[in-house]
């Protein structure tokens, strides 16, 4: 009787952890109403496909500056890209504004430009904006490509893929 109560504990415990990933403690789901994951800075979160990767967008208001980390499915650790810089059109108050977001070298994980998972940009105007409408130009995550992808910052979400 023993072995079969630890057998079905063993299972229920199995079943209601399945999907948190193994060494993973700030890990968080919410599946009423749709699956959710927190982003690691408290950032804005954008998907990427089918969960296949997210964005995180931090504002850092005081400084005027806006951080990209490129995060893989689940939001599960960075992933990393090739890329050397990430543009963004920004629409703030009817006036489009430009951000180039350039790759930034991490030597603690020895991620350098055109190998990371972390972009930057600085602008005075990011220092005023609470809410802006925001296109992505394109990002390769994996081999595959995300173009004109549309989101509200810090709304985030599932972008709108503007198809031309």
Sequence with gaps: MKTLFALFAS??????TGC???GSSSHSHSHGGGHHHEP???????D????????EFVLDATAGRLTCYVLKAHMAGFQRVTQESLE????????????TLK????AA???????TSQFEAQ???LKTAKSFDVELKSINVRGKDYTALKFNFPKGGAPEVVKK
């Design 11 to 16: 299972m229920a415990l199995a079943t209601f």
């Design 109 to 115: 994980t020895g991620e350098k430009a055109g190998d």
């Design 20 to 22: 948190k990933p193994s």
């Design 88 to 99: 963004l059109a920004a629409t703030v108050g009817g006036k489009v504004e430009t951000l």
């Design 48 to 55: 990427l496909g089918e969960e296949e990767a997210h964005l």
């Design 40 to 46: 690691p800075h408290g950032g804005t979160a954008i």
């Design 123 to 125: 602008a005075d105007w």
């Design 103 to 106: 790759a930034v070298a991490n």
